[in-house]
C-alpha cells in the first residue's frame, strides 16, 4: 500500500515537471519572449494647453476688477530669475530665468489689469529702423520685481521595505529533480524626499521707483519625489522565476514654479486693486492688507457715499434698488436680504455687502449697464454746463453791446461848428486846363462782424439825423452844404 501511494505521488510531480516544461518550451518559441526582439513602445501624445491650478482663477480676478470697477492698472516687471544659483548647480533642476512666467501670467489676467513689457533693446531698434517711435506709448503706473529666493533640498528623506518568504521540503520528490524544495518570496521598498522652493515678488511705483508699503508676497511650495520597488520570486525543486517592478517619480520643479507665480500674482494685483481676490482661491482667508484698506476708505466716505455704494452692489447683484444716495424702503429690503437685521450703514454691514458680491456673467451685465447709465447722465451733466456757459457769454456780449452803445451816438456838443465865410477877393482869372481824369479808389474787403445784440434807437437821434448834415464825407476833403454855398 505504501508503494502504491509513493508511486502515485511520483506520478504526479513527473506529470508538473513535464507541464512546466512544455509551458516553458511555449513561451521560448514565442518572437516576443527572445531577447533578440526586444523592443519599446513610445507613447505619442498631442501638445495640450498647460492647465495649473489657477489657471481658470486668472480671468476671474481681471472680470472682478470689472465687477468692482477699480482704477486701470498697468503692470510692468524686470527679470525675475534664481537667486539661489541652484539652476547652474543642479544642471537645470530649477529654472534659471522665469520672466517669461511672469509675462504669460500678467497678460491672461485681463479686465482692468494691462501688462507693459520691458523691452528697451526692442524699442530702441525699432526706432534706429524708423518703424516706430516714443509716441502713443502705454506708460505704467507699477513695476514688479522679485525672484526664486529659497530652494531647499533634502528636507525630508524616508525609506521602508519589506521582505517575505516562505520554504518548504519535499522528500518525495523525483531523485532527478536539482532540489526537493519549493519557495516564494516577496519584497518591496520605497523612498520619499521633500523639498521646497520659495518666491519673493514686491510692487514698486513706477513715477517714483520706491516701493509700494504692503505690496509683497513671499510663498513657498513643497516638491517631491519618491522611488517604490517590488520583486516576486517563485522557486521549483531548483528553478527560480522571479519579478521585478520599479517606479520612480518628481514633482516637476518647473511646473511648481509657475503656479507660484501665478498664485502670487492674483494676491498681489488683488492686494493693490482692494478686491476680495481670496475668494476666488480655494480655503483661503482674507487678506487683512485689503479689509484694513476697505475699513480706511469706508471712514473716509460721506454717509452719502456710503449708500450710494452699497446701493451699486446691490443693483449689479439683481436687486431691485435706485442709485439715490438715500436709505429707502428698497434699500432696505436689498439689505437686510445680504444681512438680515440690518437698519443702517454701518460698517459691518458695508463688508457683508462687499463681500457678498459674486462673480459671474450676469453681475458683469449688470455692472456694464450701470457703468452705461453714470456715462449718459455725465453727458448730459456736460451738456447742460454747456449750455449754460453759452448763455453766460450771450447774456455778457449784451450786456457790453448795452454798455458801448451810448458812446457812439453823437452829440450836439460833439458836432463840427460851420467855418466862417471866406472873404471873396477879384482873382484873375485862371487858365483853362483840362480836367484831370478821375483816380480809382481800391475798395478794402469788408471786416467781419460778430452777431450782436442791436441797441434801442433814441428818438433825439432820429430827429438830428432829419437835420440837414453840416458835413458830408466824400472821398476826399470836406463838402460844403448848400447854404454856405
Not at 498647460?50 to 498697468?74: C, D, H
Not at 541652484?86 to 530649477?94: P, V
Amino acid at each position: 500500500m505504501n508503494y502504491l501511494l509513493g508511486e502515485m505521488i511520483k506520478m504526479k510531480w513527473i506529470r508538473s515537471v513535464l507541464f512546466l516544461s512544455l509551458f516553458l518550451l511555449v513561451l521560448i518559441s514565442c518572437a516576443s519572449v527572445d531577447p533578440r526582439n526586444v523592443d519599446v513602445e513610445i507613447k505619442e501624445e498631442p501638445p495640450t494647453a498647460k492647465i495649473t491650478s489657477f489657471t481658470e482663477t486668472l480671468p476671474l480676478l481681471g472680470r472682478m476688477t470689472e465687477i468692482y470697477s477699480t482704477q486701470e492698472l498697468r503692470v510692468q516687471s524686470k527679470e525675475i530669475a534664481d537667486n539661489t544659483g541652484t539652476s547652474g548647480a543642479t544642471g537645470g533642476e530649477i529654472p534659471r530665468d522665469i520672466s517669461e512666467m511672469l509675462q504669460s501670467t500678467l497678460n491672461s489676467i485681463g479686465g482692468k489689469v494691462t501688462y507693459v513689457p520691458y523691452n528697451p533693446d526692442f524699442i530702441q531698434n525699432q526706432m534706429v529702423t524708423g518703424y516706430s517711435t516714443f509716441e502713443n506709448k502705454t506708460i505704467p503706473n507699477v513695476v514688479i520685481t522679485g525672484g526664486i529666493t529659497e530652494f531647499d533640498r533634502g528636507l525630508e528623506t524616508r525609506g521602508s521595505n519589506v521582505d517575505a518568504g516562505i520554504a518548504a521540503d519535499f522528500s518525495h520528490a523525483p531523485s532527478w529533480t536539482p532540489s526537493n524544495t519549493v519557495a516564494a518570496d516577496y519584497g518591496t521598498e520605497e523612498k520619499f524626499g521633500l523639498a521646497s522652493i520659495t518666491l519673493d515678488f514686491n510692487m514698486i511705483d513706477f513715477q517714483s521707483m520706491a516701493g509700494i508699503a504692503k505690496m509683497q508676497t513671499v510663498n513657498s511650495i513643497k516638491v517631491s519625489k519618491a522611488v517604490s520597488e517590488k520583486e516576486l520570486a517563485i522557486t521549483l525543486l531548483g528553478p527560480t522565476f522571479g519579478l521585478k517592478g520599479s517606479i520612480k517619480k518628481v514633482q516637476g520643479r518647473h511646473a511648481a514654479v509657475r503656479m507660484l507665480v501665478q498664485l502670487s500674482m492674483v494676491q498681489i494685483i488683488g492686494k493693490y486693486l482692494m478686491v476680495p481676490y481670496w475668494t476666488l482661491l480655494p480655503e483661503a482667508n482674507p487678506d487683512p492688507v485689503v479689509m484694513d484698506a476697505v475699513k480706511k476708505a469706508f471712514i473716509n466716505m460721506s454717509q452719502v457715499d456710503r449708500i450710494i455704494k452699497v446701493q451699486e452692489f446691490l443693483f449689479i447683484q439683481g436687486y431691485d434698488v435706485r442709485i439715490t444716495g438715500e436709505l429707502d424702503q428698497q434699500t432696505l429690503t436689498a439689505l437686510q436680504k445680504v444681512k438680515p437685521g440690518a437698519r443702517t450703514i454701518d460698517r459691518e454691514t458695508y463688508l457683508a455687502v462687499f463681500l457678498s458680491v459674486p462673480i459671474n456673467d450676469d453681475v458683469f451685465e449688470r455692472r456694464i449697464e450701470l457703468n452705461k447709465a453714470y456715462a449718459a447722465a455725465a453727458l448730459e451733466q456736460k451738456a447742460k454746463a454747456a449750455r449754460a456757459k453759452r448763455e453766460r457769454e450771450v447774456a455778457a456780449k449784451k450786456k457790453a453791446a448795452r454798455q458801448e452803445a451810448p458812446a457812439s451816438v453823437p452829440t450836439p456838443e460833439s458836432e463840427p461848428k460851420p467855418a466862417p465865410e471866406p472873404e471873396l477877393k477879384p482873382a484873375p482869372e485862371p487858365e483853362s486846363k483840362p480836367a484831370p481824369e478821375p483816380q480809382e479808389v481800391a475798395s478794402a474787403p469788408a471786416p467781419k462782424i460778430e452777431k450782436q445784440a442791436t441797441p434801442k434807437e433814441d428818438p433825439s437821434v432820429k430827429e438830428e439825423e432829419k437835420k440837414p448834415s453840416a458835413t458830408k464825407k466824400g472821398l476826399g476833403g470836406t463838402e460844403l452844404s448848400e447854404e454856405e454855398w
